[in-house]
């Protein structure tokens, strides 16, 4: 699985949600579910300027998700 991978290896990844491919959030996932939903940590939301909004740990809807790609720095 690799949601678990990330979570195993503290991968830092970026989330893109449905409607919205503009803006997304980048952080390291510490946990997930059944559902999709997954806990980040160091969370930050990226406009599509580049402005940086930093969250710091947040809990996200998985049916709102679109798509999970490692992050690369």
């Known amino acids: 699985?690799?949601?678990?991978?990330f979570l195993q290896n503290n991968t830092f990844v970026s989330?893109?949600?449905?409607?919205?491919m503009k803006?997304?959030?980048?952080?390291?996932?510490?946990?997930?579910?059944?559902?999709?939903?997954?806990?980040?940590?160091?969370?930050?939301?990226i406009d599509e300027a580049g402005n940086q909004i930093h969250i710091g740990k947040i809990l996200l809807k998985g049916d709102c998700i679109s798509l999970i790609s490692e992050k690369i720095k």
Do not use: H, P
Not at 1 to 5: A, D, I, T
Not at 15 to 20: D, E, Y
């Open 15 to 20: 989330i893109f949600f449905q409607g919205n």
């Open 23 to 45: 803006n997304y959030i980048t952080g390291f996932i510490v946990g997930f579910d059944e559902f999709m939903n997954l806990v980040l940590d160091k969370a930050t939301e």
């Open 1 to 5: 699985n690799l949601l678990f991978r």
